[in-house]
């Protein structure tokens, strides 16, 4: 959830000072390391998830504060746009029938929130990137109004000299545009999945959520159109990494990395100083122990897979890992079944499939590949025969999937009946981007239609792979 800050304009002091106070926390940070002070508790799991409001005729709606204003739900909260929210819910232990507890969980708060919706003749889609949503629809008449969102456009401007963003993906097909503030961020939604998990395994686990972004990207793509027009598989990718581009290609701040971590999660901390300027200098009186001008700094890099410091309930810090490349959606057994596969994977990957066994240049290079092509990318993959990376997830991941569930205690029937969701899915072929393509191909490009359909379809709470065309 992000952070509110008091103004959005800062002075060259305030400047000097945080970097002060950033460079204060992070040695703190590394003394913890060195003492092994951080948390031991985990593996916990959790996550968060960005939907959209839309209007009777599938726009997007400019509403989010008067729509909080009568949910009144601290767990719902906005986002950069008016026409988006983003949903919470609370960690829990990575065992058991944890699965359907969340399913549960999230089930009732959309419940409370599409209620909530029908009162303001709106509804709520999750969804990568919304087929219907315009150019126009991006501009600073519609950013939500904080000063968190403010400065955070003020200061990427300004380290652009105020030279617009650009956008130029090519996909399927081709979009080349400018455009002058940051709003393009509010275009890609997604479903972050965090793991807590203790000291010695965190940088292992880190490594492990590098090389896995290509399956999970490929599994679960739903974002293939863009103002209409159809680019990549997961085209959220590419937007948001040109959304917020500032500073230097070799360190975005929306950025996949350059190499796995080799030594400790502070090194990442770290490189944050020295190769990201400060971009929001929004100076706190909480005490150092709270860490918050390093936990703020952490939040304007936005890695694909990104280490978060914070709090157990007794108030120990701990450290946990985001996936941030899954899209929102296409519904909610889906999107339980997206953290499964996750999680299956990471504790089921051996020594064969270690990061160790897959360099980073190929982990990087099957991300992006997996992200345009979806499960007809073609990857390298360590140990396997095939290059199809839908073989591959039928072949090897999901039941490696399966093993790594089993082994962390999770119930048989979760693990069966979420796992059953990403099978069916795959050996289909249809994730949330091959059905929209599939609608376009049936019924042609009329983007509010397609979004009314998804819409029903997500209502049924069926997963994408039973969904008729």
């Known amino acids: ?16 000072l945080f970097e002060q106070k950033l460079e204060a926390e992070t040695r703190y940070l590394g003394d913890l390391f060195t003492q092994k002070k951080l948390s031991q508790a985990g593996p916990v799991c959790g996550f968060e998830i960005e939907a959209w409001l839309i209007d009777p005729q599938g726009n997007p709606l400019p509403a989010n504060q008067e729509y909080l204003d009568a949910l009144a739900d601290p767990m719902v909260v906005h986002e950069l746009s008016r026409f988006n929210i983003e949903l919470n819910i609370e960690p829990e232990n990575l065992q058991g029938d944890v699965f359907s507890h969340m399913q549960l ?58 030279v617009p963003l650009h956008l130029d993906i ?3 097909g081709h979009l080349n545009a400018d455009h002058f503030d940051v709003m393009l961020e509010s275009a890609a939604t997604s479903f972050q999945i965090h793991l807590q998990t203790p000291l010695e395994q965190a940088s292992e686990m880190f490594n492990r959520a590098i090389m896995l972004s290509a399956p999970m990207v490929a599994a679960t793509a739903n974002s293939p159109y863009l103002f209409g027009h159809e680019l990549w598989d ?34 990442i901390f770290i490189d944050n100083i020295r190769d990201y300027p400060v971009l929001v200098p929004n100076l706190s009186d909480d005490a150092q122990e709270r860490m918050p001008h390093l936990r703020f700094h952490n939040g304007t890099i936005w890695r694909w897979n990104r280490p978060l410091l914070g709090f157990d309930p ?17 519904s909610i057994p889906d999107t339980i079944a997206n953290a499964a596969f996750f999680y299956g994977m990471m504790y089921g990957l051996t020594g064969r499939q270690n990061p160790g066994s897959l360099p980073f240049t190929l982990a990087k290079e099957n991300f992006y590949l997996c992200a345009r092509d979806g499960l007809h990318a073609l990857v390298n993959w360590p140990g396997s025969e095939t290059n199809s990376i839908r073989q591959i997830l039928l072949e090897e991941l999901i039941p490696m999937a399966r093993i790594g569930l089993s082994e962390l205690g ?21 994730n949330g981007a091959e059905w929209q393509r599939r609608w376009v191909a049936a019924h042609g490009k009329n983007m509010q239609a397609l979004t009314l359909a998804y819409l029903r379809h997500q209502n049924s709470n069926k997963p994408v792979a039973s969904w008729s065309i």
């Open 1 to 16: 959830m992000g952070q509110e800050i008091e103004h959005s304009h800062f002075s060259a002091d305030d400047f000097r």
């Open 105 to 162: 969980n999230l089930q009732e708060t959309w419940n409370k929130c599409t209620q909530v919706a029908e009162g303001m003749d709106a509804n709520l889609v999750m969804i990568g990137i919304l087929p219907s949503v315009h150019d126009a629809d991006l501009s600073l008449k519609n950013m939500t109004r904080s000063n968190r969102y403010k400065a955070l456009n003020e200061q990427v401007l300004a380290l652009r000299n105020n």
């Open 170 to 172: 090519h996909g399927r």
């Open 234 to 267: 997961e085209t959220r990718i590419p937007l948001f990494e040109q959304a917020v581009e500032c500073g230097e290609l070799a360190h975005r701040r929306v950025t996949f990395g350059d190499r796995y971590n080799e030594h400790s999660m502070l090194d």
């Open 314 to 330: 007794d108030g120990s810090p701990h450290l946990r890992i985001e996936h941030r490349v899954v899209p929102a959606g296409p």
């Open 410 to 430: 999770v119930s048989k029937a979760d693990n069966q009946y979420f796992l059953d969701i990403i099978e069916q899915r795959v050996s289909s072929g249809q």
